[in-house]
């Protein structure tokens, strides 16, 4: 399994902008699909964005437009870029990684072996 390590969680006005980063260790990065999955109380964990190997993409509806994930695999980190935040993205948002063909882009939650620890992201109102 890959670890996964998350930052740059916290608190945030409605409308503000966080970026979280997550660095992965133990395997080669580039052989990965990445995703950001996240659980708000009393929710279940969704797949908030996910990233392939080649680089395709794919966001949730309810993010769409205001979220945007990247990876930098010389760096063996992926990005979540969060702009116009709401007080409905607050939720404890993970870093996961998939095993997966250059072309396929995993989106369920089953598909994922390695979860980082998790940060808080909390968006006052």
């Known amino acids: 399994q890959m670890q996964l390590v998350e930052s740059g969680g916290g608190l945030v006005q409605a409308g503000g902008s966080l970026r979280l980063s997550c660095a992965a260790a133990?395997?080669?990065?580039?052989?990965?699909?990445m995703g950001w999955f996240r659980q708000a109380p009393g929710k279940e964990r969704e797949l908030a964005g996910a990233i392939g190997r080649s680089g395709g993409t794919y966001y949730a509806d309810s993010v769409k437009g205001r979220f945007t994930i990247s990876r930098d695999n010389a760096k063996s980190t992926v990005y979540l870029q969060m702009n116009s935040l709401k007080p409905e993205d607050t939720a404890v948002y993970y870093c996961?990684?998939?095993?997966?063909?250059?072309?396929?882009?995993?989106?369920?939650?089953?598909?994922?072996?390695?979860w980082g620890q998790g940060t808080q992201v909390t968006v006052s109102s």
């Open positions: 996961a990684a998939a095993a997966a063909s250059r072309w396929y882009l995993p989106t369920r939650e089953g598909d994922f072996d390695s």
């Open positions: 133990g395997r080669t990065f580039s052989s990965y699909a």
